[in-house]
C-alpha cells in the first residue's frame, strides 16, 4: 500500500507541475535580440570589397548578455552567402592579404568576453563578406547572417540582402 501511495502522490506531482513548465517554456521563445544587415554597396565590381553592417539590437524588455569572440566581428555569426541558383557560396582561401599587402592566416582565435545591451540598445559592425566567402564569378548572391539566443533558446537570423557582382 506504501508503494501505491507513494506512485500515486508521485503521479499528482508530476501532473500538477507539468503545466507551469510548459508555460514556463513558451514564454522563452520569444526573441531577445534582432539582426539586421545592409550592405555599403548593392552592386560591387568582382575583386571589391563586399562590406556588409550588422546591427544587434536588445528587443527585450530586460538587459541581455551573451558571449563574444574577440577579433573578427563576423565569427560571432554563421554567414550564408547562396548565388542566384540558391547553392551555398564556397569558404574564402585559408589566408588574406590585407589593403596594406599583409597576409594573415584565416583562423578563429581569440578571447571570449561578455558583452550586455540595454533594452532597445544596440550594436553595430561591420566586415567584408570576401574575408569568409568567395564572391570571385559575377552575378547575384543573397546575404543572411544568424545567431543563437541562448535566453530563448532560439536561431535569430538577419533580413535576407541581395548583392550583385558585376565583371
Known amino acids: 500500500m506504501k508503494i501505491a501511495h507513494s506512485t500515486l502522490a508521485a503521479l499528482i506531482v508530476f501532473t500538477c507541475a507539468a503545466p507551469s513548465q510548459q508555460a514556463g517554456?513558451?514564454?522563452?521563445?520569444?526573441?531577445?535580440?534582432?539582426?539586421?544587415?545592409?550592405?555599403a554597396q548593392e552592386?560591387?565590381?568582382?575583386?571589391?570589397?563586399?562590406?556588409?553592417?550588422?546591427?544587434?539590437?536588445?528587443?527585450?524588455?530586460?538587459?541581455?548578455?551573451?558571449?563574444?569572440?574577440?577579433?573578427?566581428?563576423?565569427?560571432?555569426?554563421?554567414?550564408?552567402?547562396?548565388?542566384?541558383?540558391?547553392?551555398?557560396?564556397?569558404?574564402?582561401?585559408?589566408?588574406?592579404?590585407?589593403?596594406?599587402?599583409?597576409?594573415?592566416?584565416?583562423?578563429?582565435?581569440?578571447?571570449?568576453?561578455?558583452?550586455?545591451?540595454?533594452?532597445?540598445?544596440a550594436m553595430k559592425h561591420e566586415f567584408d563578406v570576401r574575408d569568409f566567402k568567395t564572391l570571385a564569378q559575377p552575378g547575384k548572391y543573397t546575404i543572411q547572417v544568424q545567431r543563437t539566443d541562448d535566453e530563448s533558446k532560439s536561431e535569430v537570423k538577419s533580413n535576407t540582402l541581395t548583392v550583385t557582382v558585376t565583371p
Open 25 to 39: 517554456s513558451a514564454q522563452g521563445t520569444n526573441p531577445t535580440f534582432s539582426l539586421s544587415i545592409s550592405a
Open 43 to 121: 552592386v560591387v565590381k568582382s575583386g571589391s570589397a563586399v562590406t556588409v553592417q550588422v546591427v544587434l539590437t536588445n528587443i527585450s524588455d530586460h538587459k541581455i548578455g551573451f558571449p563574444w569572440l574577440l577579433g573578427h566581428p563576423a565569427w560571432n555569426y554563421e554567414l550564408n552567402v547562396r548565388d542566384s541558383q540558391g547553392n551555398a557560396v564556397q569558404p574564402a582561401p585559408r589566408n588574406w592579404v590585407d589593403k596594406d599587402g599583409r597576409h594573415h592566416a584565416r583562423i578563429r582565435a581569440g578571447s571570449v568576453t561578455a558583452l550586455s545591451l540595454e533594452p532597445g540598445e
